[in-house]
Nanobody, 120 residues
């Protein structure tokens, strides 16, 4: 029901925009979030946006570089990633829930991930 896309290989300093498209139901009333998991590491919160798009939160590691937004008419959430660093390399997942916390509490739905690789 949630599918992330837009990942790829990019050089350090570059940009990517991830999309998370929902199907099968509307997610306009849900908070949406982004998480990532690098090989050998635990899943990490990246950012979240409330149902209206008016409130966003980010991990300190991406604050000022990543921006999440949503288009409820298209049932899609976006993650604009700028000034990418090699340490941003991970599989990125989108999630939907009543509230998105750093430990993924409140997540009801997980999307399939998309690989982001940042070369130095």
């Amino acid at each position: 029901q949630l599918q992330a896309s837009g990942g790829g290989l990019v050089q350090a300093g570059g940009s990517l925009r991830l999309s998370c498209a929902a199907s099968g139901r509307t997610f306009s009333s849900y908070a949406m979030g982004w998480f990532r998991q690098a090989p050998g590491k635990e899943r990490e919160f990246v950012g979240a946006i409330d149902w209206s798009g008016g409130i966003t939160r980010y991990a300190d590691s991406v604050k000022g570089r990543f921006t999440t937004s949503r288009d409820n008419a298209k049932n899609t959430v976006y993650l604009q990633m700028n000034s990418l660093k090699p340490e941003d390399t991970a599989v990125y997942y989108c999630a939907a829930g009543t509230v998105i916390t750093h430990d993924a509490g409140g997540v009801h739905y997980w999307g399939k991930g998309t690989q982001v690789t940042v070369s130095s």
